[in-house]
C-alpha cells in the first residue's frame, strides 16, 4: 500500500521552541516536498529534496531547513519558531524528478504559540 | 512566475448535477496541469492530470486544457455528496521541478 506517512499530525509549541516534522514514504521516490497550506494562500513550497542530501529552496524557505539522510525519510525543521509559522505543513513524494504525480501525507498542524 | 487563479471560490450543486470548476494560469509554455481533492482535515488526492490541449476522463472527473486561453477546467459529472470538498488546481513552474497551486474551489454538493 503506497504511502506518505507524517508524524505528528498536531503539534502545539511555543514561540522560540524548536520544532521537527517527520515525513516518511514507502514508495522509494526520488523527490520529496514540504508544502504549507494557509487560508487565502493555498498551497506554498518550501523545500524539495531530490534524494538523500540533495535539497533545494521553494518559493518560502526562510525559517525552515531540512534534512534527508535517507531516502524514505525527510525532516522539516524550525529553528526557533515563530507565530506565523503556525499552519498545515504538508509533505509529498513523486516518482521522478519532475513534477510527476505528487503523493500527498495527510499533514501536521503546528500551531506556534 | 507561475500564476494560478481559481474561480468561483465556493460553489453549490445539487446532486447529480453537473459542477464546472476553472482554473486560470500565466505561463503558456507549461505543460503539465493537475487537479486535488482535499477532503476537510486530510491530505491531497489526484484526481486527473491533463498534458496537452483537449480534454482528459477518469471517472467522473473530466479536466479541459485549452492553452491558448490559459484555462484548465474540470467538470464533476453526477456529483454526490461524498464530493464535497476542496478542489485544488496544480500547474507546472520552475522548469518543471514543482507544481504550484491554485488557493481551491470549495464544492458542497446538497442531496
Known amino acids: 500500500d503506497m504511502k506518505v506517512t507524517q508524524m505528528p499530525r498536531y503539534l502545539i509549541k511555543r514561540m522560540g521552541e524548536n520544532v521537527l516534522l517527520e515525513c516518511g514514504q514507502d514508495m522509494s521516490h526520488e523527490t520529496m516536498y514540504w508544502y504549507r497550506q494557509d487560508p487565502g494562500l493555498g498551497l506554498q513550497l518550501i523545500y524539495i529534496?531530490?534524494?538523500?542530501?540533495?535539497?533545494s529552496e521553494g518559493d518560502i524557505p526562510k525559517g525552515y531547513r531540512v534534512s534527508r539522510k535517507k531516502r524514505e525519510h525527510f525532516s522539516l525543521i524550525l529553528d526557533s519558531a515563530k507565530t506565523n509559522q503556525t499552519s498545515v505543513y504538508f509533505c509529498?513524494?513523486?516518482?521522478?524528478?519532475?513534477?510527476?504525480?505528487?503523493?500527498f501525507g495527510a499533514g501536521t498542524r503546528l500551531s506556534v504559540l | 512566475q507561475q500564476k494560478v487563479q481559481q474561480s468561483p471560490e465556493s460553489l453549490t450543486v445539487s446532486e447529480g448535477a453537473m459542477a464546472s470548476l476553472n482554473c486560470t494560469f500565466s505561463?503558456?509554455?507549461?505543460?503539465?496541469f493537475r487537479w486535488y481533492r482535499q477532503h476537510s482535515g486530510k491530505g491531497l488526492e489526484v484526481l486527473v492530470s491533463?498534458?496537452?490541449?483537449g480534454e482528459k476522463e477518469e471517472g467522473s472527473f473530466t479536466a479541459h486544457l485549452n492553452r491558448a486561453s490559459l484555462h484548465v477546467f474540470l467538470h464533476i459529472r453526477e456529483p454526490q455528496p461524498s464530493d464535497s470538498a476542496l478542489y485544488l488546481c496544480a500547474v507546472s513552474y520552475q522548469g518543471g521541478r514543482a507544481l504550484i497551486f491554485g488557493t481551491g474551489t470549495t464544492v458542497s454538493v446538497s442531496p
Open positions: 491533463i498534458f496537452s490541449d
Open positions: 505561463d503558456r509554455s507549461s505543460d503539465n
Open positions: 509529498a513524494s513523486s516518482p521522478g524528478q519532475g513534477a510527476d504525480t505528487l503523493y
Open positions: 529534496s531530490y534524494d538523500v542530501d540533495s535539497n
